[in-house]
DNA sequence: CTTGACCTTCCAGTTACTGGAAGCCTTATC
DNA sequence: GATAAGGCTTCCAGTAACTGGAAGGTCAAG
């Protein structure tokens, strides 16, 4: 199988599985005669279980020690399950962090009137004005 | 007024005052005789803004562009809603995606049992597996 | 005179790709 | 047989916004 299918069979461009080869995510691939690399099966479940973890944003790091918690039959689920809680709290981190900037930005948008005159509660903002807040 | 006074004053890295300065974001600073640069409190008020509005998860072009609509008397207000706003529903998205995934993450997590056994729902998931879901 | 805190420039590295150039392989069509 | 289209190859550069580190100049204190 040539890299277009996989690409189109684990949901990612063609780059990016060369990308994934470079980087050490996969094993180089088979070459065909031609130069081409030729995949199996394996390979697309493989691409197909980067692609799920990094949808769920996973770092490619974090692919990496997955892919082998995957691997290895002797793995404890706890191993798993902390990278992903840790992954959790990051993401919560964010979330909490996006959610203070929505509430500031939502409440200076609400207080500039946008029309076609200058004085701008955002830009008063911006430049450290402490009147009106 | 060196470079050190003013990342303290503005809350920058001094590197990051540099870093903006050879992005043309802010104006080469004087320079004094021993070459040091040399700033005045007009520097410190517009790198103030800019760490404001990057603190807001303004972008650098978003701040090049903040800056010269600060400094634009003729500006409409509504030039600078449009771009709080457009930065607000950007923001918003990634709110959404990052819930979706907190709310996928947290329920693989919940049914990981999290012990020395290797068996893990989170490793089932990455891997396709229909069953359970 | 040396130590330490600043300052300077320049180069490299970070994350995870993505775009593009130059060129080979294969297949279909004229 | 020539050629055009589409897929494949490698390699290089660029993205965002810094950050770390090396090598070295400046200045005040002890």
Partial sequence: MRIGEVARRAQ????????????????????????????SEREVHTLRFIQRARSLGFSVEE??????????????????????????RDIERKITELESLRAVLSDLVARCHGDHRPDCPILDDLAGAEEGR
Same sequence: chains 1, 2.
């Fill in 63 to 88: 692919c990496r020690t997955l892919l082998s918690l995957y691997r290895d039959r002797e793995r404890s689920s706890a191993d798993v399950k902390a990278l992903a809680h840790d992954h959790l």
């Fill in 12 to 39: 990612l461009p063609a780059k990016t599985i060369r990308y994934y080869e470079e980087a050490g995510l996969i094993q180089p691939a088979e070459r065909a005669e031609n130069g081409y690399r030729d995949y």
